[in-house]
């Protein structure tokens, strides 16, 4: 991929957002909310790049990853008005229709196809998928990461915000009850595993399982990006004061710094 094919989609992706933010004001917000989060996501994926050593090439490549991640987002709300999948389609599956749709990659070589293709078709699933090429899980990986670094900065800005403000798609619907928690998801975290979404009832529940995604990070230059936001105790200030809480984000902390999985 050359510069000017990636500078392309760039431009593509501001024309192919304008239309959905012509709506009401809260469907605005929930727009404005991914649109900023894919140019973010865009700007994780290039310090991602950077702290790993990848080529201008492999860089562009991850970059495009980054750019058409989400971009199953906007019809998927302007249909169903809702991010939550499944209540709706799978949002990579539906940013696949748009790319393929689109016909965004047709200049590009079928081996760069295929790379970025994969890399948003399984960026969102619960593990990687043990079928991927090497190359590919490179690309899964990168991306995966990425997302969640801004996605734990948008829930710290949005969990700031008087819920009139907040962009309503974000939270999925969950109810939030300030002092209720599941004692599965604390075991979950506690125990060093990923929070799985079949089990959050609740917006605490959530934020429980946002923060056991540390478990979940592939480079060191996620984990070093993250603690350097401080994204994790901004989350975990807006969760119950209780020792089992504290005790759980604690170990989750301290696996940023030894590197551990």
Known sequence: MEQAQFDSLLQWFENFVKPYLETDEEGRRN??????????????????CAG???SPEET?????????HDVGRFPQYRRWRTFRDSDSDNHARLAIDVIREEKLLSCLEQQEQLLIEEAVRFHNLLELPSQAQSLTRLYIKLIRDADKIDIWRVFSELLALPDTERASAATLGLA???????DGCINALAN??????????????FKLLQISWVYDLNFASSRRLLLERGHIPALASYLPERDDIRAAVARALASLSDGRQ
């Open 52 to 54: 790993e050593g990848l």
């Open 192 to 205: 060093g595993s990923v929070v799985q979404l079949d089990s959050v009832r609740t917006l605490n529940d």
């Open 31 to 48: 727009i404005l909310l991914k649109i900023v989060h894919t140019r973010k996501v865009c700007e994780a994926m290039a310090l991602l």
């Open 60 to 68: 562009r490549i991850a970059s495009a990853v980054a750019l058409l």
């Open 176 to 182: 939030d009850l300030p002092e209720v928690v599941s």
